[in-house]
């Protein structure tokens, strides 16, 4: 499976839990995804760079199939994030960085940002 991160650096962005956010490997492959703050920036001296996760993926057919059959694994259900369903059962989401951003809607604030977004079309 692969997904889509996007940098943000705007503080109330970083602590909104309606931006899940991810943290990779050095290959890109996401190592975790939380409504918290990742990772935490204990050290002030060193640079720490922080994503949003996008919720767009691509799946090959029989891995979504496979997903779909797979009940709700334990982390899923705590942080509600899908793609750590997908982590709990030991598979690798490559994650590919963009620049685009779009409107995304998980509260009833976001869904009127995303009509006014829309009226200005």
Do not use: C, W
Request: proline share 4%; aromatic share 10%.
């Amino acid at each position: 499976m692969a997904s889509l991160k996007v940098q943000i650096t705007a503080k109330e962005e970083i602590e909104n839990p309606n931006n899940v956010k991810v943290i990779t490997d050095i290959n890109n492959l996401a190592i975790y995804f939380s409504r918290s703050v990742i990772p935490y920036h204990r050290d002030q001296d060193v640079a720490v760079k922080y994503y949003k996760h996008k919720g767009v993926y691509a799946f090959r057919k029989q891995a979504l199939l496979d997903f779909y059959k797979t009940p709700m694994t334990p982390l899923e259900a705590s942080e509600k994030i899908e793609a750590i369903r997908y982590q709990e059962l030991g598979k690798k989401i490559k994650m590919v960085e963009t620049t685009i951003e779009s409107v995304g809607i998980d509260t009833p604030e976001d869904l009127e940002k995303a009509k006014k977004y829309l009226n200005l079309l």
